[in-house]
């Protein structure tokens, strides 16, 4: 069971990015996926959230407007579309899948929003 988040880095504030996690070793379309992120010396935060069909999704008032989460169940893809990034967007996004009470998470990948 593996995810594996990528393209993060490095983008200048007002600007955007698209983080993609790529799953394998799980029925994908069985999964709820989620992205949270972390900051310096805190918890996870939840991001944004899709349930397995994609019919329903969740995003956090905080990003709300600027990022979209979607995914494509064909290709065990799930994606993060970053617009607008502020500084505050600076963290390790981590992506996750769940289904009833197993969770499966990624390593995290970087993205830093330089002001």
């Known amino acids: 069971v593996r995810l594996v988040e990528i393209g993060g880095g490095l983008v200048q504030a007002g600007g955007s990015l698209t983080l993609a996690c790529a799953a394998s070793?799980?029925?994908?379309?069985?999964?709820?996926m989620a992205w949270y992120r972390r900051q310096p010396g805190q918890a996870n935060e939840l991001v944004a959230s899709i349930s397995s069909n994609g019919d329903t999704d969740y995003v956090d008032s905080v990003v709300k407007g600027r990022f979209t989460i979607s995914r494509e169940n064909a290709n065990n893809m799930v994606y993060l579309q970053m617009n607008s990034l502020l500084p505050e967007d600076t963290a390790i996004y981590v992506c996750?899948?769940?289904?009833?009470?197993?969770?499966?998470w990624g390593q995290g990948i970087q993205v830093t929003v330089s002001s």
């Open positions: 070793g799980i029925a994908f379309s069985d999964y709820n």
């Open positions: 996750q899948a769940n289904v009833q009470f197993l969770e499966v």
